[in-house]
């Protein structure tokens, strides 16, 4: 675990160097800002503090693109797939770094697993990147709408939440083909590579029933998108939706909804949304994708663990369990604690940011949530820019730290910083506590 963090952290620091280099950038370029940007970029979050087609050069926007399409499959994901193409040997200890980047549960088939996924992310992507060509060479040349194609559509499915346009997506906000499209990809880039592996063996018919994680992720993403299109609807009809017709406010909804828990494009101006919905979309923020893909956040599993959980202490079972299998209470557990320790460290550091930024306290939350979950979405400076970059110096730093807790996993970050747990051989007699 230790190696795929610093793995990050060395990917974060040479992309910010890189970004630094005077053919990336127009004029002056922060260190604070360029690794605000890297982190972003390779945390696939979306947040930013410099506009990316205005202040950087075409060189630094690819830089960008391939900071997003490494840091959404993991460092060490990509030189393991690179050494599989080189058909090096895969020793036992990269098989162990490797299942737990891809958070696979066993070691049986990872190689062919792992080709699988770079099969289905190069299919997808450049599915992708041809309709969005497409679409694009209607307002654009042929060449330029190329290069918008291929950025928006690795953006897109590894949740990154990048444009090339400055006001995001809101030229297409009634536009069927980016509205569709792009969160298609979000979608599955953000249900994980286990799922569409799965998924890809069961259409193939070489498994006979999806597995409990499978169809956990698929229920709680549609659950969680038709929640997220009811909130905004209910909430903005008549405001920020108000010059839509009935069926652009359906697009639009759909379009926020999933970007809400994973990705960082926008079709409408979230600065004219009302207190209540940036309160009830941090929820849905903190929340995030399925773990294994390209998303982050505490996870929908662990967040539908601990509700089969809270279900069956509230009917006084004590074991828990969901299509015919039995969950463990140490998974339920593990949920709880995540759910905790996430909301410690979101709550935590939008305190400190209330306080020394000295910022309206609702949007700033909205921020720290979106930094978190790595979803990307955000406020706004007034201008094209991201809320934090209203931020002090030391602010950036805290939604940085954010945005990698959130990438690799709140959990995962918190053992490397404490250390793993040492087993004990001795039991205390069990206690009794009210309740």
Known sequence: MKLILFSFIGLIGFGTLLLLMPFAHY????????????????????????????????????????????GGLGYMTAVTFLAVMRRQKIGHRDRL???????????????????????????????????????????MPIEKAAWYGIFHA????????????SDNMMGYSKDWVINLTIPILIILGGVGYLVLTELYHYRKKEILR????????????????????????????????????WDEKLLAAWFASVNYRTAGFNTIDLSTLSDANLFFSTFFMMIGGAPGGTAGGIKITAVALALIGVWYTL???????????????????????????ASIYVVFSTVLLSEVERLPFLRTLFEACSAFGTVGLSTGNGGTLSYSALFSDWGKANIILLMFMGRIGVFAFTLVIVGKAVQSRIKYAEAKVVL
Not at 154 to 163: D, Q
Not at 223 to 243: C, D, H, Q, R, T
Not at 316 to 338: C, E, L, V, W
């Open 27 to 70: 004029g002056e370029l922060r260190f604070i800002d360029a690794l605000f940007t890297s982190t972003s970029a390779v945390c696939v979050t979306g947040l930013i503090v410099k506009d990316t087609p205005v202040d950087f050069t075409p060189m630094g926007q690819v830089i960008i693109m391939l900071l997003i399409q490494i």
């Open 97 to 139: 770094i490797l299942q737990e980047s891809l958070n696979y549960p066993g070691m049986d088939g990872l190689v062919r697993f792992l080709k699988i996924v770079f099969g289905s992310i190069f299919i997808i992507e450049v599915i992708g990147m041809i309709v969005l060509t497409l679409r694009f060479w209607v307002d």
């Open 154 to 165: 690795i953006s897109a499915f590894n949740n990154a939440g990048f444009s090339l346009f």
């Open 210 to 245: 999806l597995s409990t994680h499978t169809k956990i992720v698929l229920i709680m993403t549609i659950i969680l998108i038709v929640l997220g299109m009811g909130l905004l609807l209910s909430l903005e009809w008549n405001n920020a939706l108000k010059s839509f017709s």
């Open 315 to 341: 009917r006084g079972d004590t074991h828990a369990h969901i299509f015919r299998r039995s969950i463990s209470q140490y998974q339920i557990n593990k949920a709880y604690a995540i759910i905790f320790i």
